[in-house]
């Protein structure tokens, strides 16, 4: 059996330099690989890409990233309730590429499986389109668009094995899973860990061959990105 093992962050990370692109799993602040984007944020890496559905809030997630003004480009579909993000984009001192929220999960998707494009009818007519290829199927417009390629991929699951197979928990099972096997190589963090073998087959929603290498987290805050309650009864 293959292991990806490594012992914590440090090794996990080792290879990163700036101005590379770095794909994050995530949904605001759902699922993301709190360990990795607080490694990348001590290493100082500067000039790097980030392809992700949003950058977090200001004070967590890649939203710290952006208050070191270690990232160039910002690959997103929303901006979100982060004001640094709101702030860089529009002073421009931040290149942002927005695309539909389908379409970059596909592109990252495409990556995933090899693709190296695909025709969508999202974004047609628009700006999304501006400068890309166009083409009429059955009556109706499509856009192309070209499979992402990043360096890394920094992805979070709920639990893996030593081999990399990887079971995600809830809502978290958002972009991660489909930015897993994107990149030159996926380093995925797990909050636990246990050996090649005891996980159950049938629950498995990524194997080990996406992965390069796994370790597990540690100190994760989950925060909740806008909490809603209801009056107790």
Same mark, same amino acid.
């Given at each position: 059996?293959? $292991?990806?093992?490594?012992?914590?962050?440090?090794?996990?990370?080792?290879?990163?330099?700036?101005? #590379?692109?770095? #794909?994050?799993?995530?949904?605001?602040?759902?699922? /993301?690989?709190?360990?990795?984007?607080?490694?990348?944020?001590?290493?100082?890496?500067?000039?790097?890409?980030?392809?992700?559905?949003?950058?977090?809030?200001?004070?967590?997630?890649?939203?710290?990233?952006?208050?070191?003004?270690?990232?160039?480009?910002? /690959?997103?579909?929303?901006?979100?309730?982060?004001?640094?993000?709101?702030?860089? #984009?529009?002073?421009?001192?931040?290149?942002?590429?927005?695309?539909?929220?389908?379409?970059?999960?596909?592109?990252?998707?495409?990556?995933?499986?090899?693709?190296?494009?695909?025709?969508?009818?999202?974004?047609?007519?628009?700006?999304?389109?501006? &400068?890309?290829?166009? $083409?009429?199927?059955?009556?109706?417009?499509?856009?192309?668009?070209?499979?992402?390629?990043?360096?890394?991929?920094?992805?979070?699951?709920?639990?893996?094995?030593?081999?990399?197979?990887?079971?995600?928990?809830?809502?978290?099972?958002?972009?991660?899973?489909?930015?897993?096997?994107?990149?030159? /190589?996926?380093?995925?963090?797990?909050?636990?860990?246990?050996?090649? &073998?005891?996980?159950?087959?049938?629950? /498995?929603?990524?194997?080990?061959?996406?992965?390069?290498?796994?370790?597990?987290?540690?100190?994760?805050?989950?925060?909740?990105?806008? $909490?809603?309650? $209801?009056?107790?009864?």
């Amino acid at each position: 059996m293959i $292991r990806k093992t490594v012992s914590n962050v440090q090794e996990a990370l080792k290879g990163v330099n700036d101005g #590379m692109t770095f #794909m994050l799993g995530g949904f605001g602040l759902c699922g /993301i690989p709190e360990n990795a984007i607080a490694h990348l944020v001590t290493l100082g890496v500067k000039n790097i890409t980030c392809i992700s559905n949003n950058a977090g809030v200001d004070d967590f997630g890649l939203g710290l990233l952006l208050q070191k003004r270690q990232i160039k480009k910002m /690959i997103s579909s929303y901006v979100g309730e982060n004001d640094e993000f709101e702030r860089q #984009m529009l002073s421009g001192e931040l290149d942002v590429e927005l695309t539909p929220q389908g379409t970059l999960a596909e592109k990252c998707r495409a990556a995933q499986s090899g693709f190296p494009a695909f025709f969508t009818p999202a974004g047609y007519g628009t700006e999304v389109a501006e &400068g890309k290829e166009t $083409r009429e199927f059955n009556g109706k417009m499509y856009v192309l668009e070209e499979a992402y390629k990043a360096d890394f991929s920094f992805v979070k699951a709920w639990k893996g094995d030593e081999a990399g197979n990887l079971i995600f928990k809830g809502t978290a099972r958002n972009f991660n899973p489909c930015m897993c096997g994107a990149a030159k /190589i996926t380093v995925a963090e797990v909050e636990e860990l246990v050996p090649a &073998g005891e996980l159950n087959p049938n629950e /498995i929603h990524v194997p080990g061959i996406f992965v390069q290498r796994i370790f597990q987290g540690k100190n994760y805050e989950k925060r909740i990105e806008q $909490r809603t309650t $209801r009056k107790k009864n």
